[in-house]
């Protein structure tokens, strides 16, 4: 970021800057930031003689209108040997591929769905694992100007028709099968399952990861790719918003949402993040612990366009133990590990002190993502981890493919928060009255366009479903849905999503409160909080997964309350703690408190194929625990008779 800051904006040629006051130029002056941006980074393509058209709402405003580039082109920039890409697989197998390597398949592929008549726009999908295939798919696919969507091979049946049927692909790619926690798994007949309902396939292409075998009437990866071995990418020009990948949303409250996401907007945001962000520089190798169902894929391997080598992994990080992952960042020398809070808080919970067994001398940098890190976490991996790397938390998600907030490399960490507002993203915490607020919760919000953005939903031509999403509750103003606070310095608090935040007394609270302070015990493997209608309000009722052995006693229920009341506030304190056996998560690992709050009330949950473990559910129905209490039966009053008793 400093090499930015002395070459554009406020500071250039100057030798030290201050973040707020580039921030406060990225968003004051948004021409300037996003053409810095785009020279910066070496952006292949024309970008033409207008930066930013502002239109009249958030919607209507255009970056680079006249621009043309291609994004596979800008991803391809090298084609030398140097490692593209290393790609490690659950049973140890490791493929290393060069960038030649990564053009010459690109291309065998682009040249079989050029043959295949694949148009601009048209969907290629893609039910893989995380390999180096699944890259040269997208790449392929983005070169020709088509739209590609992923999702990860243990997605169900129901799952993958419920969004794939909605885009109505043209080729669909997919394994055969894959491994985790030492099983193999085929696909092979789900796969043909789901190409039996989806008439707008044309073509099937196999990836024999597992050799499993190619069914009848698909075509086999490996062949199709010596078959046109040689031949150069096709890389056709296109405007700077053209459709680059669909994206899903969970699904947990009916089908997910298609969001469309715009080729150059990406292109910016990714070259931004990785460069000022994280740092990335050529050769660098990053990792981010993904699969192909969580916008992290996405984002990961747009560090190609910083010439950076990725590191792919794929299988269960915890297989054969939970040093997997620190083997593999200790052994390639990665710069970068991106992960979740999740699995931060999985190994401390594992007694894992990865410090003590694993030096990671080149590891500068580590990012977690998906829920929020708090305050002990960080302490974990100070300790315990590494005690001179950047942790940085970062949030933004799925439907604007890039972050909100993030990391400001010149600044301090302060334990449980993410440092800053990412620069171009002019984000603010408002009251429900439409009011900013420092040191208070409220709504995350961004009030001036982004290059992100989306173009909308599929299938939304009036646009009503894409404006209830983002724009209902402050009318113009992009409302993300996560319940936040601003910090006096300048750093952001995430406490949880605003449809799940609990409201007992009239009062809103973010679970993430809840979830910081029950996380410190070690008999406590993780933990969901909803509210339950009670009594004409709402209760807090906390669910906890306890470790192999523990019990809830009455002791440790009283430690738990105790330990809230102190550590957030007495409204925060649940009125109900029970131990279950599972928590209900998505593909991607977040915990789904909807899906736990409609059944403790008896309501349908709308998409259980969202869920990773759907069985889970069933530790939450009918519990004694939360059943309302019994009217007593009315007795009639015994009146005595006339006559006298004994009559």
């Known amino acids: 970021m400093a090499e930015f800051a002395s070459r554009h904006g406020p500071y250039a040629g100057q030798a030290s800057f201050d973040y ?27 970008p033409g003689d207008t930066v930013y058209e502002p239109g009249a709402d ?22 030398d040997q140097g490692e593209a890409i290393v790609a490690l697989g659950e049973d140890g197998r490791c493929r290393r591929v060069s960038w030649q390597e990564l053009n010459t398949e690109t291309g065998a592929f682009c040249a079989w769905l050029d043959e295949v008549g694949l148009e601009a726009g048209d969907r290629v999908v893609a039910v893989l694992p995380n390999i180096a295939e699944t890259v040269s798919v997208m790449l392929g696919t983005s070169a020709l100007g088509g739209v590609f969507s992923s999702a990860s091979p243990d997605f169900g049946e129901q799952s993958l028709l419920d969004r794939f049927a909605q885009i109505e692909p043209k080729i669909l790619v997919a394994c055969d099968g894959y491994q985790y926690d030492g099983k193999t798994v085929d696909i092979r007949e789900r796969i043909s399952a789901v190409v039996k309902q989806l008439p707008s396939v044309e073509q099937v292409v196999i990836v024999p990861y597992m050799d499993l075998g190619v069914p009848d009437g698909m075509l086999d990866w490996r062949e199709l790719l010596e078959a046109r071995r040689g031949r150069a990418v096709q890389f056709r020009s296109l405007p700077f918003d053209h459709p680059l990948y669909i994206m899903f949303t969970s699904g947990t409250t009916g089908k997910p949402k298609c969001i469309i996401h715009r080729a150059g907007g990406c292109l ?30 996405n984002w990961l391997v747009s560090a190609l366009a910083s010439e950076s080598t990725l590191m792919l992994y794929d299988g269960s990080p915890f297989y054969p133990d939970g040093n997997r992952m620190f083997d593999f960042v200790q052994d390639e020398r990665a710069m970068f590990f991106g ?24 590891l500068q940098t580590l990012a977690s993502t998906g829920s929020p890190l708090v305050p002990e976490s960080f302490d974990f991996v100070y300790e315990h981890i590494k005690q001179d790397v950047a942790l940085i938390s970062v949030s933004g998600g799925t439907d604007l493919l890039a972050c909100f907030v993030g990391a400001n490399p010149q600044g301090p960490v302060y334990r449980g928060e993410i440092q800053a507002r990412a620069l171009g993203m002019a984000v603010e915490i408002w009251n429900d009255s439409g009011e900013r607020v420092v040191e208070e919760r409220g709504e995350l919000v961004c009030t001036q366009p982004f290059p992100t953005m989306p173009l909308g939903f599929w299938n939304d031509p009036d646009d009503a479903r894409f404006e209830a999403a983002y724009f209902e509750k402050f009318p113009g103003i992009w409302c993300h849905g996560d319940f ?17 935040v609990l409201n007992p007394g009239g009062v809103r609270i973010g679970t993430a ?7 410190q015990f070690d008999e406590v493997l993780e933990a969901v909080a909803v509210g339950q209608e009670w009594e004409g309000d709402v209760r807090v009722v906390l669910f906890v997964v306890l470790r192999k052995g523990m019990a809830l ?46 059944v403790i009330h008896g309501r349908e949950v709308k998409n259980i194929e969202a869920l990773a473990n759907p069985e889970a559910l069933d530790c939450f129905r009918d519990l004694d625990a939360l059943a309302p209490p019994q009217t007593p039966k009315q007795v009639p009053k015994q009146v005595p008779s006339a006559r006298g008793p004994g009559v």
């Open 20 to 46: 707020d006051g580039l921030h406060r130029w990225s968003i004051e002056q948004p021409d300037e930031f996003w053409k810095s941006i785009w020279e910066f980074g070496g952006v292949i393509g024309e």
């Open 58 to 79: 958030m919607r209507t405003a255009r970056f680079f209108p006249d621009a043309t580039l291609n994004f596979a082109e800008n991803l391809l920039r090298r084609s």
């Open 268 to 297: 910016l945001q990714h070259l931004k993040e990785h460069r000022l962000m994280c740092g990335l520089r050529p050769d660098e190798r990053v990792f981010y612990f993904t699969t192909c169902g969580w916008m992290m894929w």
């Open 339 to 362: 992960t979740s809070a999740k699995f931060i808080d999985s190994v401390n919970k594992a007694g894992l002190r990865p410090a003590e067994t694993h030096p990671l001398p080149d």
């Open 484 to 500: 936040a606070l601003e910090t006096r310095h300048g750093g952001y608090l995430i406490m949880g999503r605003s449809d799940a």
């Open 513 to 519: 409160e809840i979830y910081r302070q029950v996380e």
């Open 553 to 598: 006693t009455d002791e440790l229920m009283l430690d738990i309350k105790t330990r809230i009341r102190a550590g957030a506030t007495p409204r925060h304190v649940p009125r109900v703690v029970v131990a279950v056996a599972d928590i209900p998560r998505t593909r991607s690992g977040k915990i789904m408190e909807l899906a736990v709050r409609d």
